[in-house]
């Protein structure tokens, strides 16, 4: 839904503790009348990659969304990782997980919030940018994910889980703002029962390579967060 719809009648309910959400990605200071605290947990770019052709090699039989499908590539029952990997490494940019998703999930509505006209953000796509804006878009987006991720009120590291939940709980404590109890928290691995080759994820495999290097800026927005972290001013 759009935000003007969470602004009306989610966010400004006073029944309304948190929303877990993919869809606000420009990050305002409110929502309808609240002040918004956003806590994010980062999660090593290889790792995330790995868990992401998991879980869509799992969910894929139940899809019925056209749209969802142009994401994917044909037959992902039947391909293994290194083909579903080629094939989102072809794509440009223009599927999940092609390239830096985490840095582009980050930095690219509040970029092109602020360098288009709001009468031309229905085609935000950066598939329909051109040429210079895309080079402008790459040259500021890991800087700009940077100030944003500044911004929030609490930035995790996944593989550092054991830290993180505690240190974001006492900062809650410390902001007046109430936790769930941690024996009220279920777990869950949505992908556990999948196990995938991925032997080839390496600087040597030639699609293990491209991989790499399309997670660069992912890599380097993460090592910066897991400073931050772990060595906090």
Same mark, same amino acid.
């Given at each position: 839904?759009?935000?003007?719809?969470? =602004?009306?009648?989610?966010?400004?309910?006073?029944? *309304?503790?948190?929303?877990? =959400?993919?869809?606000?990605?420009?990050?305002?200071?409110?929502?309808? /009348?609240?002040?918004?605290?956003?806590?994010?947990?980062? &999660?090593?770019?290889?790792?995330?990659?790995?868990?992401?052709?998991?879980?869509?090699?799992?969910?894929?039989?139940?899809? &019925?969304?056209?749209? !969802?499908?142009?994401?994917?590539?044909?037959?992902? =029952?039947?391909?293994?990782?290194? /083909?579903?990997?080629?094939?989102?490494?072809?794509?440009?940019?223009?599927?999940? %997980?092609?390239?830096?998703? +985490?840095?582009?999930?980050?930095?690219?509505?509040?970029?092109?919030?602020?360098?288009? $006209?709001?009468?031309?953000? #229905?085609?935000?796509?950066?598939?329909?940018?051109?040429?210079?804006?895309?080079? &402008?878009?790459?040259? /500021?987006?890991?800087?700009? #994910?940077?100030?944003? !991720?500044?911004?929030?009120? %609490?930035?995790?590291?996944? $593989?550092?889980?054991?830290?993180?939940?505690?240190?974001?709980?006492?900062?809650?404590?410390?902001?007046?703002?109430? *936790?769930?109890?941690?024996?009220?928290?279920?777990?869950?691995?949505? +992908?556990?029962?999948?196990?995938?080759?991925?032997?080839? !994820?390496?600087? =040597?495999?030639?699609i293990g390579s491209q991989v790499l290097a399309s997670q660069s800026e992912d890599r380097a927005l993460? $090592?910066? #967060?897991?400073?931050?972290?772990?060595s906090p001013k």
């Amino acid at each position: 839904r759009c935000l003007s719809d969470w =602004s009306s009648d989610v966010c400004s309910s006073d029944l *309304v503790v948190s929303v877990s =959400s993919h869809f606000i990605r420009t990050f305002p200071t409110t929502i309808g /009348d609240r002040h918004c605290h956003y806590v994010t947990i980062l &999660r090593d770019p290889v790792s995330q990659f790995k868990s992401y052709i998991s879980y869509i090699k799992k969910v894929y039989p139940n899809l &019925r969304d056209a749209t !969802l499908y142009g994401y994917l590539p044909p037959n992902v =029952s039947g391909a293994n990782a290194r /083909d579903i990997a080629t094939w989102l490494v072809s794509q440009a940019g223009h599927v999940l %997980f092609a390239e830096n998703h +985490t840095v582009n999930y980050f930095s690219w509505y509040p970029w092109i919030s602020t360098n288009r $006209e709001e009468s031309d953000l #229905a085609l935000c796509h950066r598939s329909t940018c051109s040429p210079e804006e895309q080079l &402008r878009y790459r040259t /500021d987006r890991l800087v700009l #994910a940077k100030t944003i !991720l500044d911004q929030f009120f %609490f930035v995790g590291i996944l $593989e550092q889980m054991g830290k993180a939940m505690p240190a974001l709980r006492h900062k809650c404590r410390e902001a007046g703002l109430s *936790v769930v109890p941690a024996t009220h928290l279920p777990r869950e691995n949505t +992908t556990d029962d999948i196990r995938e080759d991925f032997s080839w !994820l390496h600087s =040597s495999d030639e699609i293990g390579s491209q991989v790499l290097a399309s997670q660069s800026e992912d890599r380097a927005l993460y $090592e910066w #967060a897991l400073q931050k972290f772990v060595s906090p001013k």
